[in-house]
T-cell receptor, first 112, second 113 residues
């Protein structure tokens, strides 16, 4: 099945560092969502973006909806150990299709 | 408010055996999804329901997979017979409307031996 390209594939950082990850697609999306998944759990929604160019924050997390509508970025500032997990982007076409397509995921490890 | 509830959490079966997963979505959510997540990958859609109607089942392997959502609330996903390649996490999600945010359950981890 189709999956969006996410990079980097994994990141190993020190506590307190800032983190950036991005997601790209060959298709245009109307909505971008960012999820975090911890071991043994389902993905949990972090941020939703609905307009090209939109910049939205949720605590230490900031995400942007790319101008071309084919990409999105997630930044985490001042990382802490509980940020550990796999981060997935997801693009939604919307309308009657309403299909949500996930990225390949970015594994984040934070060393105290 | 209770989240999406799935059961069982884990299932181990031998190949060629049948297996079923159950999902109770968030109350009031009309749209229900079944996703499959293979190890190291993102979730991939199997089927989407609007109330009791399956509106997108293009990715569901219909020779062995079936799903139902009677009365437009709970849903079950069945595999019969299971194959080794079916080992994965099966996630259920719901959203209040088309185009709405998806909320996921904890998933059922299936191991086919």
């Amino acid at each position: 099945g189709q999956q969006l390209n996410q990079s980097p594939q994994s990141m190993f950082i020190q506590e307190g560092e800032d983190v950036s990850m991005n997601c790209t697609s060959s298709s245009i999306f109307n909505t971008w969502l960012w999820y975090k998944q911890e071991p043994g759990e389902g993905p949990v929604l972090l941020i939703a973006l609905y307009k090209a160019g939109e910049l939205t924050s949720n605590g230490r997390l900031t995400a942007q909806f790319g101008i071309t509508r084919k990409d999105s970025f997630l930044n985490i500032s001042a990382s802490i150990p509980s940020d550990v997990g796999i981060y997935f982007c997801a693009g939604q076409i919307g309308g009657a299709t309403n299909k949500l397509i996930f990225g390949t995921g970015t594994l984040l490890a934070v060393q105290p | 408010e209770a989240g999406v509830v799935q059961s069982p959490r884990y299932k181990i079966i031998e190949k060629k055996q049948p297996v079923a997963f159950w999902c109770n979505p968030i109350s009031g959510h009309n749209t229900l999804y079944w996703y499959r997540q293979n190890l190291g990958q993102g979730p991939e859609l199997l089927i989407r329901y609007e109330n009791e109607e399956a509106v997108d089942d293009s990715q569901l392997p219909k020779d062995r997979f079936s799903a139902e959502r009677l009365k437009g609330v709970d849903s079950t996903l069945k595999i019969q017979p299971a194959e080794l390649g079916d080992s994965a996490v099966y996630l259920c999600a719901s959203s209040p409307k088309q185009g709405g945010k998806l909320f996921f359950g904890s998933g059922t981890q299936l191991s086919v031996l």
